[in-house]
């Protein structure tokens, strides 16, 4: 069997390169048992009913591509895609997982998770909750989606200016005893924007890094599990 884990590429308009180089990517899979999407794939993703993001439509269309050839499509939400909504589900034929799931796949138990479930910072959660929280979905079934997205990358830009990158440093602190508790074979994670493959108490730790600039990610074949980087 065959597997591929990728996350954080914070897509945003499609002739941007990462952009590019993720459908070239996508092209070039053949075979491919499952695709596990660990989040901020996209900047900013409101799932709305019958509309999706026009910018997203390349991605969109290579996904349904790879579902309908029988990849499996797994994706957990991050902090900037979530209330994913009816087309992964009904569409793509996508399994959403909104925090981490612990799954068997391939003969070993796979722990796959965003990442930001580890920040310790209080106020980060009560954010993260309050944005998949029941009044947010009702809004998205209120607020043109138009406006939605010029306020969600108004609202990213800004961030970016005001706040210094923080997601790449090495997670291991936060990682090391999430992994010993899992009840797990493998983690997998995105979020800290840093590839990091390691192993403690027998369990092995992979983050993903990005697909920014760093275009990395995981392959699992026949139950082994390693990072690769993409290179085109």
């Not at 998770?113 to 209080?122: A, E, K, P, Y």
């Not at 079934?141 to 138009?146: F, L, T």
């Not at 403690?200 to 990072?227: C, P």
Request: charged share 20%; aromatic share 12%; net charge negative.
């Amino acid at each position: 069997m065959r597997a591929i884990f990728l996350a954080d590429a914070h897509l945003r308009k499609p002739e941007d390169k990462n952009y590019q180089q993720l459908l070239d990517f996508l092209d070039q899979q053949q075979d491919l048992d499952a695709l596990f999407l660990l989040g901020d794939i996209f900047e900013f993703w409101l799932g709305y009913k019958h509309v999706v993001f026009s910018a997203y439509v390349p991605l969109l269309n290579k996904l349904e591509q790879l579902s309908k050839s029988g990849t499996k499509l797994f994706f957990v939400e991050g902090n900037h895609d979530f209330n994913l909504g009816q087309y992964f589900t009904n569409t793509l034929n996508c399994t959403v997982i909104e925090d981490q799931q612990l799954l068997d796949w391939d003969g070993k138990k796979i722990l796959i998770s965003h990442g930001d479930l580890l920040n310790t910072d209080t106020n980060y959660h009560r954010l993260r909750s309050f944005w998949r929280s029941r009044p947010i979905k009702i809004l998205a079934k209120i607020v043109h989606p138009d406006f939605a997205w010029q306020f969600a990358m108004w609202l990213c830009n800004k961030s970016k200016k005001n706040k210094p990158d923080t997601n790449h440093y090495d997670p291991t602190p936060q990682l090391l005893p999430f992994a010993a508790t899992s009840n797990s074979d493998i983690v997998v994670c995105g979020h800290f924007h840093n590839p990091l493959d390691l192993s403690h108490r027998e369990v092995r730790i992979l983050a993903l890094g990005d697909w920014i600039t760093q275009f990395s990610y995981a392959e699992m074949v026949n139950g082994k599990i390693e990072l690769k980087t993409y290179t085109n």
